[in-house]
């Protein structure tokens, strides 16, 4: 079946660090990437859309500047969360949608532990 | 607008006990409705889906059916597993758009 790989799964670092994050689809290419954010007990919470070739699409109150994503290749979505402070810290999980046009089912990667120290 | 209303947990039920986790949902147009399931430390997994009224859903013993009427997706389950224990998920996609619309997860717990 088709998989997402996310990595790494765990980053504890000092404040004002930046974090890259990778999310791969490896046996699909995906047009169209999703970031979400999940905070403790609560759920995912759809922070920005990434199109392969082009910028990506945030949602309302997700800072561009802070979360930088770059959907380079087909296989490849990178977020990196800039100069990164202790309110930062959260789960990130990816998901890709397959190139056939349609959005379904979205697959999702294993998530990203964050802590901000 | 879209948005998915779950109910709280966490849930904790015995081995081979029934499971129903309701699921409601608003949406524009016509949804397609998903159960996602997350183990701990891991990411979602797709668990069933249903894409248009009526459809049932199943995977693994759990299902749920597309309710146009009463806007809702129950998952359930006849006899629960201590393998089950996990985060359990509703979504929804409202098929004009690429955005998924999560519940706020229910936490499953089953005892031996």
């Known amino acids: 079946g088709a998989v997402v790989s996310q990595h790494p799964s765990r980053v504890i670092c000092k404040s004002g660090t930046s974090v890259k994050i990778e999310c791969r689809s490896l046996d699909f290419q995906a047009t169209t990437m999703f970031w979400y954010r999940q905070f403790p007990k609560q759920s995912l919470m759809l922070m920005a859309t990434s199109n392969e070739g082009s910028k990506a699409t945030y949602e309302q109150g997700v800072e561009k500047d802070k979360f930088l994503i770059n959907h380079a290749s087909l296989t490849l979505s990178t977020l990196t969360v800039t100069s990164a402070h202790p309110e930062d810290s959260s789960f990130y999980i990816c998901?890709?949608?397959?190139?056939?046009?349609?959005?379904?089912?979205?697959?999702f990667g294993d998530g990203t532990r964050l802590s901000i120290l | 607008g879209n948005s998915v209303t779950q109910m709280e947990g966490p849930v904790t039920l015995s081995e081979e006990a029934f499971l129903t986790i309701n699921c409601t949902y608003t949406?524009?147009?016509?949804?397609?409705l998903f159960w996602y399931v997350q183990y701990p430390g891991e990411g979602l997994q797709l668990l069933l889906k249903a894409t248009k009224a009526d459809d049932k859903g199943s995977n693994k013993g759990f299902e749920a059916t597309y309710r146009k009427e009463t806007t809702s997706f129950h998952l359930e389950k006849g006899s629960v597993q201590v393998s089950d224990s996990a985060v359990y998920f509703c979504a929804l996609n409202s098929n004009t758009g690429n955005q998924f619309y999560f519940g706020t997860g229910t936490s499953l717990t089953v005892i031996p």
């Open positions: 998901s890709a949608s397959r190139r056939d046009g349609t959005y379904q089912p979205q697959h």
């Open positions: 949406a524009t147009g016509y949804p397609s």
